[in-house]
């Protein structure tokens, strides 16, 4: 509970923050309970012996370089590929949002299959499997 409240508090606040759809205190006081929630969420993990959210997993320093910069580009992809384009479709060529939607999805499906199955042993032996220390 503490941890839905939490992040639910703290990403709506800082969401609607420059929308100016709600007053400015129901902005603060969102984000100061998500705030406060999270806090007493920490607390909680660390004394309990199997926590919904760990945070200890991203104290590795093999996660800290690889998810951090990946999770960066994960969300940018997504905003681009899942909202802009079919948006970029509906808005500048008049596609309907079934068509646009399909194809968006057909292509990247196509491609995440077509880079399983055949590109993927080749890159593997080419550049080798990433070593960490």
Do not use: E
């Not at 969401?15 to 806090?39: E, Q």
């Not at 997993?57 to 960066?72: K, M």
């Not at 500048?92 to 949002?97: A, E, R, V």
């Amino acid at each position: 509970m503490l941890a839905g409240i939490g992040l639910g508090g703290i990403a709506f606040g800082l969401s609607i923050a420059g929308l100016n759809l709600v007053p400015w205190t129901v902005v603060i006081s969102l984000v100061a309970i998500g705030t406060i929630s999270m806090t007493l969420y920490v607390i909680h993990a660390r004394r309990t012996a199997s926590p919904v959210l760990d945070f200890a997993l991203l104290a590795a320093a093999d996660d800290a370089r690889q998810h951090h910069p990946a999770a960066f580009c994960s969300v940018s992809a997504s905003a681009r590929c899942r909202f802009l384009l079919p948006l970029l479709m509906q808005v500048g060529f008049g596609l309907s949002p079934l068509r646009s939607r399909a194809g968006d999805v057909l292509h990247r499906r196509s491609a995440a299959m077509g880079m399983k199955n055949a590109w993927r042993r080749r890159i593997i032996r080419t550049f080798g499997f990433p070593q960490t220390s």
